[in-house]
């Protein structure tokens, strides 16, 4: 016997058995490739799918890698839209030429993970994955983003990301995200999300706040605190009349808090009474939460409109 | 870096032009940077033998069941597997454990925490060997699982011995002693996981005369071995334990359950068996930090000098008891900390849950009363209206003071010079000051920190530990020196760990030698034991057992020479491989005196005895102790509760500085230890289960956490009794910086911060 030299050699989750990776270089490609083998995984940056491979829980009997599809690696404009590849990297939306157009995404997207995982995920893959963390998820809900999917025989069909989030809409087999349009704004945006560390970590709660000037809108998603991102919907049309949008988009600070309020309180409301009208108190650590997401919607909205 | 006090120390005595580093008080890099950073270091987990087949352990998937039947006839009959083990096929004693010998090797009739090995099996490839250990069908009758280390007094005994492992009743002074001024205070402290970087792995060798080879990363080779035998029903001569490269140790390393599985599985097969564990099993199987839960009443008169200190301690020890007694012994002696409290009356008690199980992780017991005492301490500085740092500095012990335990502290204690450092250190400029500077705001770079809601706060923590075993364990090293052809090799089995302990005996050989070129020899069961590498053991036993064979090689060198010169071989100085006499009239090189001779001498080092703590916690039980002063300061957002860590001042007692370099980096790596148990590290459970047994859910410190460590001060006031004059220095900061931590959180926020780590909803504050 001998101590093995260098880091080469087997390991201990090299499997044995030969897989099949296919490595297609367009989005019908990868459709197609799908189809023939209904078990195929697509993988794109992999830094959930590896997790769950290294861990046992996960053997893939093939996979089909999406790296290689320049197609869906960039952006485009579509009428005052862009749209996004789905293989878009966190690494790539984070920057500054990025961050002009939309501003939320790419903060999401910078506070993603360390920078091995932004440089690895990809946004398409964020959405597929749909953890409940997904950094891109609360600002693809206040974008009211869009997903083009491409389904066999070159065929596309868009669903909005929240019917795909809430499992209105699900894939069927052998479609692949393609696209995700977003609209283009022209103001500012802001994602917010808390960790409770200094350090990368996942969010404990995240805010994004979108405004739409053309519409005299603000739109806002909570993630992070459900299975899927929270509009409260209410609140964006409160505190939206309460903006002089005329002028520099003024609001009295109190708005700001009381929006905040509104916000935490739409996403974890209180708790029913019970049947002889006495109130439970919410635990400790929801009403931190609830706390915690007012503070990050008033911040939120606070940066958007300075 | 300000400090540069290491530097001053003095060196080998040097002579001739700039000589390379060498001996002690220099910077000496470790001989295994190299590989270490080029990645050809061997680790246990990149062994390899030829036709080895691969284990994998079947773990209980509940805290606390009783196992109906285990039938393991599927996973035999799978293809590729070798042998499938259970209780069944343990040829030796059921029952192994560092403290006590009460936990199986496999669970037979009941599991007792999430995690238990139950069965093994070794097949022709990983996956097979996983998929025949998930083929293993136990079937369970699910218990309640006891959770509560405060339930544990009362519930049914999870365990034969019953579920108090010990208890210490500290009685001290005078009972009816009481103060002007009270403050009362209930802690608690999380489960720290000792995370390290690689997981558990080995490789087992069955040996031609019925024995067996573990090639493992152990730390404490000589109890691992056995352990082993006892368990193979083997002499211990027949079982032998290699220790490999050491991926990270700041505990006892091992989980020696799946060490013991190892071994067993390559005496049934007849081949070599790998196993690596996966991080899952890694948090689930090696030992934690005790939770515990304090309860504190601290009485001082109106100045503030302590008069009594009353605490209850409570360690959750988990299902097993391992060295629980021994870290009960540290938290109960020193609850009150390096201060002088001439009446202090502590109850510990280290219970049996059905948690994750306990163990030795460093600065056990020490950590969690810190944080406690030191709590105290700030909540009796702010009823007195005191600063917290004079207040400190009225109680701190010194040299000649007595410890509640009753021992007299004869080491030095420099514990008023350490906290005087840290608090006339310069504090960091505040971000108004520097506007040029980028703010990394609480909440990180990208984060949602407000610089508006932002609030800094200076706190600080005096921690204490022991060095070395403690109550009468017989703290033994045994070294070699052996010298041949101008190269000297050093034999010791103290297990390098990290903590620099290889570097340390090539220093002690160049220093007592003059010989630049030192090899320290890899570590088996075959050389004399030398005990644990932890408790800053190595560096005063291994380290004096160096030092003397050094010393014993160097007397036969010389003792020709100063026959024929007619001299003492005190007059005689080696350096640079040349000895000459004092007055540098006679000369000759060490080759030429070795004249072709092989020179090998063997030493022992054993320091002065202790004793065990008697029935009323009194007894000398320690032989040396270590002290530190932090402070801490942080800036916290109090709407999120997000605490940042800006800056940590440490000054610290150290005897005597061997190596500045790797000093700094240990004391660097404890305080980012002890920054981990402030903020983030806490293993949770559900009913017993751990949640989240994985690096995303476990958050270790990464380098935004961890903040300026500015080591203002070392103090070297050698301890006589220890070899070189040296302490220990790695435990210490990981003990006293979580206290500086939540000091500082509770200036900043005014809240109480009576829990580690510290939760965001603990430095919320409400305007209300």
Redesign the interface.
Known sequence: ???????T??T??A??TAQAVTLPVSLDEAVAALSAMPTAVPVAGGTDLMAAVN??QL?PSALVGLGRITEIRGWQYQDGHALLGAGLTHARMGRPDFAALIPALA?AA??AG?PQIRNAGTLGGNIASAAPTGDALPVLAALEATLIIAGPGGARREIPVSHLLAGVDMLRGGELIGYVRVPLLHAPQVF???????????A?ASVAVVLDPARRGVRCAVGAIAPMPLRPLDAEAWVAQLIDWDNNRAIVPEALTAFGEYVAAACIPDPVPAEDGTLAPLP??V??LR??VA??AR?ALGRALS | MTNQAATATPAAPETGPEPLPHGLGVSLPAAEDRAKTEGTFPYAADLWAEGLLWAAVLRSPHAHARIVSIDTSHAREMPGVRAVITHEDVPGTPMHGRGRADRPVFASDVVRHHGEPIAAVAADHPDTARMAAAAVIVEYEVLEPVTDPEHAFEAEPLHPDGNLIRHIPLRHGDPDAAGEVVVEGLYRIGRQDPAPIGAEAGLAVPRPDGGVELYIASTDPHSDRDAAAACYGLEPARVKVVVTGVPGATADREDQGFQLALGLLALATGCPVKLTATREESFLGHAHRHPTLLRYRHHADAEGNLVKVEAQILLDAGAYADTSGESLAAAVSFACGPYVVPNAFIEGWAVRTNNPPSGHVRGEGALQVCAAYEAQMDKLAKKLGVDPAELRLRNVLATGDVLPTGQTVTCPAPVAELLQAVRDFPLPALPKDTPEDEWLLPGGPEGAGEPGAVRRGVGYGLGMVHMLGAEGADEVSTATVKVHDGVATVLCAAVETGQGFTTLARQIVQETLGIDEVHVAPVDTDQPPAGPSSRGRHTWVSGGAVERAAKMVRTQLLQPLAHKFGMSTELLQITDGKITSYDGVLSTTVTEAMDGKELWATAQCRPHPTEPLDEHGQGDAFVGLAFCAVRAVVDVDIELGSVRVVELALAQDVGRILNPAQLRARIEAGVTQGVGAALTENLRTNRGVVRHPDLTGYALPTALDVPDIRIVKLVEERDVVAPFGAKAASAVPVVTSPAAIASAVRAATGRPVNRLPIRPQAAVVTAS
């Open positions: 016997m001998g101590q093995r030299e260098g880091a050699g087997l201990t989750h499997p044995q861990s046992g053997r903060a910078r506070a360390p917010l999300k808390a960790t409770g560390r200094t350090g990368p970590g996942r404990i400790p650590a009403l931190h706390r915690t503070a990050l911040r």
